[in-house]
């Protein structure tokens, strides 16, 4: 009985062990570049790419003219639009999950507050006339996709969880 027990408590270990390295495996960052030339899942035009990605999340910020992100959110059914005055159109930007790596990208802001620098190392806020789209899901997860039209830059998220 005592031999019994100890196989079956080895087994609920080895088995707990296991579960947690399998959630943390796809929880983890697979991969992450900057100013890479392009990833699968982005337009064949955009460049410039500073990106991470994992099973449950994607996250880049690239260079790409407004036409070609334009064409290609409306052919993937995430048609962007015009930010409209009111509105509040924020993304998640690649600078804290590549701090893990101690990759530093975009660093130079120029805010007369901390917190407002930090929020924009943060997040992407839109103004009035950028493009962007957001289909956030009630389980946390979707899509947001924005266009900063002084930049000349694209930024998109998606994460399914």
């Not at 993937?76 to 999950?97: C, H, M, Y």
Request: some cysteine; proline content about 1%.
């Amino acid at each position: 009985m005592k031999k019994l027990c100890l196989i079956f408590g080895g087994i609920v270990l080895v088995g707990t062990f296991a579960f947690a390295f399998f959630l943390w495996d796809y929880a983890r960052i697979k991969s992450w570049g900057v100013d890479v030339e392009s990833v699968e899942w982005l337009p064949t035009q955009a460049s410039n790419i500073t990106f991470i990605s994992s099973d449950i999340n994607r996250v880049a910020e690239f260079d790409i003219d407004q036409d070609s992100l334009l064409q290609w959110c409306d052919s993937i059914g995430k048609s962007l639009a015009a930010v409209a005055e009111d509105q509040t159109a924020t993304i998640w930007r690649v600078n804290p999950f590549l701090d893990r790596f101690g990759v530093t990208k975009n660093g130079s802001f120029n805010h007369s507050s901390l917190v407002d620098e930090e929020f924009d190392r943060h997040s992407k806020r839109f103004t009035t006339g950028d493009k962007f789209f957001e289909d956030r899901w009630a389980n946390g997860g979707g899509y947001v996709i924005g266009y900063d039209v002084s930049e000349g830059r694209g930024y998109y998220q998606f994460s399914h969880h």
